[in-house]
């Protein structure tokens, strides 16, 4: 079904009052507003062409990119390499960070590390990987970010998925990428201070307070095995928006043991068949959130993987107002992917 | 000329080292990446086709859509209608917040008002309006905004324009958009506590700081005029991103006098034209950031004009971590668009 059918579906052609919502780690306010797919649309988004020759991919064994690329490890299913164009590259200059410009703006080096984790198989498609191969990745991930976070310089790691060019996958070939980076994540950080607020006042992880919340309330719960729980959230912003996260309180994403990850991997397989089957060809980003690894184990932070659709634009309100417009509310998503 | 282009040019095909560079108003850190544009980019992405015939247009006088609208309020060259699926509308229900679900989330109806700004003629295109089109578009948007704020429901209103369908335009009938809501707009929110910090800090608006240092500068001056600095941001998080900002402090664009609207016009018609020159239909947003509309003018705080244009697709990695990765450093954006 397309989104379009979907939201015709949910406001039975009629108009739905919007909401606003807040997020309540953050404070941010979003807007779920069920009637705003039925705008007209006289502007033509085609379907994007089919891929070519496969002969020149650069993930592919044995192509001429393939041979440049310097391989870090290489298993049955996967391999790993260096991002050739790297956002963060290891360079300890020395210094932590300079104020050019008479000291007037803050700068620093873009040091830390940006690997490329690849699936073997070019035809392998995210949303259709098996859970064997799921494990094979996270647990690939999970080793590169325990190796990378020994280097003292990096602070923050954001291991990620693009599938499709709509969510700014450039290359075909599957492949996840894991940047660490001598600074904290602004989406971390802004978590970071609204979960220890939440903490102050609540005594308790708000993320903890989330999850017992959603298992009492059910309406928004998508899956759940014995360790995780994938549910849509409450101020979602994007439409058919789902998190997964351990049920018990976990900090770190590094220190998951192989039954969580087995675990995990279960659920990331379930939910991503289950978004293809209601939107096939559903393009979308994964990424997982946890804490800077220049920390301990925490009290008030939890880690998740966010699984966001790329089914909309951000238009200038957006952008402009930071306020994201939903068009489908997360108790629908729920509904829709629980079957 | 393509961004590609542009960024090889600058690369000069070679190596660029990325770096971080901290927006001093939120904290927020960016990475500034000129290298990334070279990377593989196996995916075609198609040129849009030309848009179809114009009797459907629901903007256009005579159309049936046009027919149906409530207009507001006409002028020589524009006329305002409220939105038919409005983000924000307005229906007081006499609850300001409530807490659904025993008082764990909080929500809010989505008060408030959402007006469009539709210029009569459909051929005009953003980027080659006249100085007196523009003039018109913005004391039209300034009319409205004052008319609106007067709703003490209302606390923070956006005024913004989307060109082109990469921007997130759902209509090719050139049009601006009034949002007005009963939340303050979490950029807004989060800019007004760096920037109250900044002022306890150091006594002075960040902002007449930022335009005082661009000025003796110079290498990211965009355009100047009596009243108006244009200029490209030191963390700016898009190719070609400029902001047009009083130069003098002021923190609420409905305070704007004529003089004022004129100047402003001036400056976006300038640097909106170098744009088009340099990349030819550039699909971008506007928007206005300015006080909340509950707060009197304020010493720490400045009104500006974004302009963002879509050159890229925001990935996993911004997604997740907030951190945008631009190739296009803002000095070269300001060399560009000086000439």
């Known amino acids: 079904m397309s989104l379009i059918k979907i939201n015709k579906k949910i406001t039975q052609n009629g108009f739905i009052s919007p909401v606003l919502r807040q997020n309540i780690i953050t404070g941010d306010w979003i807007v779920i507003a069920p009637g705003r797919a039925r ?48 956002a963060f590259y290891e360079k300890n200059t020395g210094t932590r960070s300079y104020y050019p410009e008479e000291s007037f703006y803050r700068e620093r ?26 494990f094979a990745l996270f647990s690939t991930i999970l080793e590169r970010y325990n190796e990378i976070k020994k280097d003292d310089q990096v602070s923050s790691i954001t291991p990620i ?71 849509a959230p409450f101020a979602s912003r994007f439409p058919f928006e789902v998190w997964i996260t351990p049920k018990t309180h976990k900090s770190q994403f590094e220190n998951s043991n192989q039954a969580e990850i087995e675990e995990f991997s279960d659920a990331t397989v379930e939910v991503l068949g289950r978004l293809e089957k209601i939107i096939p060809n559903i393009p979308l980003n994964l990424y997982i959130r946890t804490l800077p690894t220049t920390l301990e184990d925490c009290g008030y932070y939890h880690w998740y993987l966010e699984i966001a659709p790329r089914l909309t634009l951000f238009g200038g309100f957006e952008l402009g107002s930071g306020v994201i417009i939903n068009i489908i509310p997360p108790e629908k998503t729920a509904e829709y992917l629980r079957k």
């Open 39 to 86: 705008r007209p649309d006289d502007f033509i988004h085609p379907e994007l062409p089919a891929v070519k020759s496969k002969k020149e991919c650069p993930f592919c064994a044995g192509s001429k990119g393939y041979k440049e690329n310097e391989i870090i490890s290489s298993k049955k299913d996967l391999y790993v390499i260096e991002n050739k164009f790297p």
């Open 109 to 134: 080096s873009s040091i830390g590390h940006h690997e490329v984790v690849i699936i073997k198989d070019h035809n392998q498609l995210l949303t259709s990987f098996s859970k064997s191969l799921t």
């Open 161 to 231: 998925y693009n599938h499709g060019p709509e969510a700014g996958a450039s290359i075909e070939h599957p492949h996840a990428q894991i940047f660490a980076s001598s600074v904290v994540a602004n989406t971390v950080n802004r978590e970071m201070d609204g979960a220890e607020r939440y903490f102050g006042i609540n005594g308790v992880c708000v993320y903890c307070d989330i999850i017992r919340h959603e298992r009492a309330e059910k309406k928004r719960v998508v899956y759940q095995n014995d360790k995780f729980l994938a549910y």
